[in-house]
């Protein structure tokens, strides 16, 4: 079936420093590939995605990249800040399919 | 920028009551989503409502769950007899297009049943 397999957190970092949330994937399709953020309190927001091998997602300094040969879309981020604090998910879709697959979600607390 | 809403916030039933959560979608979106997360756990997906039928749901969509798109903009999700394991934050989504296309989500309601 598929699903997506996320790094266990939760992850607590320093301001400055660099952040890998390691994800992997299993699909029976050829899947699109994203990253979600989810700030205290709030809801699900895209942070970038990725629809085909090599491609590179990214936006406010996050990057990940589609690894077909590894099956993984890691999310780094070389410098993070306090305001990076939140629960990031890394998910799929497959063509022609309705549901999104999520993995169980990353803590992230940035410290000062 | 275009958003998905979702009301209310925060519901608070008793044990076997009905509830109705309420979201418009991005207005030229056509599928609509929901999902839960339980507290501490992963988002799960519930139940996709596209042409105005279901067009697939989860195992966790049993017969006390109902969607409903009312009118031109709204999108319901029913729980007939609410149970305590129904406590969960439920999101809404809506996509352009099925597949590839990024789901937007909207900011949740928290359902609590005591």
């Known amino acids: 079936g598929n699903s997506v397999t996320q790094m266990e957190g939760p992850v607590t970092l320093s301001e400055e420093a660099f952040l890998t949330i390691n994800c992997t994937y299993t699909a029976t399709g050829y899947p699109s590939l994203f990253w979600y953020v989810q700030y205290p309190g709030e809801g699900l927001q895209l942070l970038l995605k990725a629809t085909k091998a090599d491609d590179k997602g990214s936006n406010k300094g996050f990057e990940a990249t589609y690894r077909k040969e590894t099956t993984s879309f890691h999310l780094e981020k070389g410098s993070v800040q306090v305001s990076d604090s939140a629960v990031y998910f890394c998910a799929l879709t497959i063509l022609f399919n309705n549901d999104m697959r999520f993995g169980a979600g990353t803590r992230l607390t940035v410290k000062p | 920028e275009p958003e998905v809403t979702q009301t209310p916030s925060h519901q608070v039933t008793q044990m076997g009551q009905e509830v109705i959560l309420r979201c418009v979608p991005i207005?030229?979106?056509?599928?609509f989503y929901w999902y839960r997360q339980i507290l501490g756990q992963k988002v799960e997906f519930l139940v996709s409502?596209?042409?105005?039928?279901?067009?697939?749901k989860s195992e966790i969509f049993d017969d006390q769950f109902s969607v409903e798109r009312p009118d031109g903009s709204n999108f319901t999700l029913k729980i007939r007899s609410t149970k305590l394991e129904d406590s969960a934050m439920y999101f809404c989504a809506s996509s352009y297009r099925q597949g590839e296309y990024e789901q937007y989500f909207g900011p949740g309601t928290r359902l609590t049943v005591t």
């Open positions: 207005s030229n979106h056509l599928y």
């Open positions: 409502f596209y042409n105005n039928e279901i067009s697939e």
